[in-house]
Structures are given as C-alpha cells and as structure tokens.
C-alpha cells in the first residue's frame, strides 16, 4: 500500500517562503525542489518504492506546497528510507554545501 510523510518545505532551520508573499507559488515550488535535492544529497536517492515529491495541501490562504516521501508499506528499504527523510532529513541548507533560495 502506498502512503506517505510531510517532510517539509525546506530544511527546519531555516527560514521558507512565506504564504501570501510575492511570487509565493512559484518561490515556494522552487524551494521545494531545492529540499528534494538537499535530501537527495544528504540521504542517497531514494530505494524501490519510495520516491520524493511535492504535494499541495489546503490553507486559509490558499494552499501550500510540501516535500513528501511516498513509500510502499510492504516495502522495508522505502519505510526506513521515508522515515530517515522525516528524521534526518539537512536541518540547514549549508549542511549539505546548498545556498538557501531566492
């Protein structure tokens, strides 16, 4: 079965797009894809079954746009690597030698 983990917008310690900003879906996209790389790097790409994507949740202001890692629960690797992305994923973006987008 496949289901997923919100992993996040960009590294935790670091500051994301604002809802409601300039440009605010195409920045925050962008950024969103930029994580997906920093993940990569960090973490290897992902195993059989898992795979890194963006996905759109609702707000009061609109929606917004996350990092998620699907996974296929009868796939070991892909829950251990969806759990790692959720756990160890870069906590800034100089971790993984990336510079925060604009």
């Not at 994580?35 to 009061?60: M, N, Q, T, V, W």
Request: aromatic residues 10%; hydrophobic residues 25%.
């Amino acid at each position: 079965m496949r289901d997923y983990l919100a992993i996040g917008s960009s590294p935790n310690e670091e500051n994301c797009v604002q809802t409601g900003s300039e440009n605010y879906s195409a920045r925050q996209k962008k950024e969103c894809r930029l994580y997906i790389e920093a993940i990569r790097k960090k973490l290897g790409k992902e195993p059989l079954g898992a795979s890194l994507e963006l996905k759109s949740f609702p707000h009061d202001f609109g929606s917004y746009t996350e990092v998620v890692c699907y996974y296929d629960s009868e796939i070991e690797e892909s829950i251990e690597y969806a759990y790692k992305c959720e756990s160890d994923s870069p906590a800034t973006w100089s971790e993984v030698s990336m510079v925060a987008p604009t």
